[in-house]
């Protein structure tokens, strides 16, 4: 049996009366009347060896044998640009295919939201459950103009819209290598 961590959270540990041992790390329940015990892995028990992962690199010829099985394929194409057609050189199969996908990935994205389809996905809030209403957090004035010109320039392009829920997520800036500030959503309250 391959070892991993658990992390076991308080309603797991009330639901099932868990009698956690301080001294020796260890956590007690019974389950179909029998005791269960789950201690912390000891240096002995740990495998020497991390297990070994399948990663399948095919060069052209092993690629073109896999086309011709007709069967479904994942490839991640790396290749290097010719700088001066700007286009990386690709097996002619492979170019058959970006030709036939080319809506898939689009060079711009189209403006407004995606249209309604069969699922609309939304979130069951409880009922006579407070609203998670968080304070938005504090930035400077130099992110918050940036935060502002972000949410505008999302608005004009219809990727969002504004709001009428009760409810607020706040939203916040943060730095990259680049010197950009993407925009992060903390909807950990709300979900």
């Not at 996908?101 to 389809?117: C, I, K």
């Not at 304070?135 to 992110?143: L, V």
């Not at 608005?155 to 290598?177: H, N, Q």
Request: proline share 9%; aromatic share 8%; hydrophobic share 35%.
């Amino acid at each position: 049996m391959d070892a991993c961590n658990l992390l076991l959270r308080r309603p797991w540990q009330y639901d099932r009366e868990v009698i956690h041992d301080g001294r020796k790390n260890a956590y007690s329940f019974k389950l179909n009347k029998k005791t269960i015990t789950l201690a912390p892995q000891t240096t002995s028990q740990t495998p020497s060896k991390e297990p070994t992962r399948k990663i399948l690199f095919l060069n052209s010829t092993q690629l073109e044998k896999v086309f011709q099985k007709h069967k479904p394929l994942i490839a991640l194409l790396i290749a290097e640009t010719n700088q001066e057609r700007k286009q990386p050189e690709f097996h002619s199969k492979v170019h058959h295919l970006l030709d036939e996908f080319t809506d898939v990935f689009p060079q711009e994205l189209p403006r407004g939201l995606p249209p309604l389809r069969g699922i609309e996905h939304h979130i069951d809030l409880d009922l006579g459950v407070p609203l998670p209403n968080r304070p938005t957090y504090w930035c400077n004035p130099k992110k918050s103009k940036e935060l502002q010109r972000q949410v505008e320039e999302l608005i004009s392009i219809g990727f969002v819209r504004e709001s009428m829920k009760p409810c607020s997520v706040p939203a916040l800036l943060v730095p990259k290598k680049d010197g950009t500030y993407p925009m992060c959503i903390d909807s950990w309250a709300i979900n």
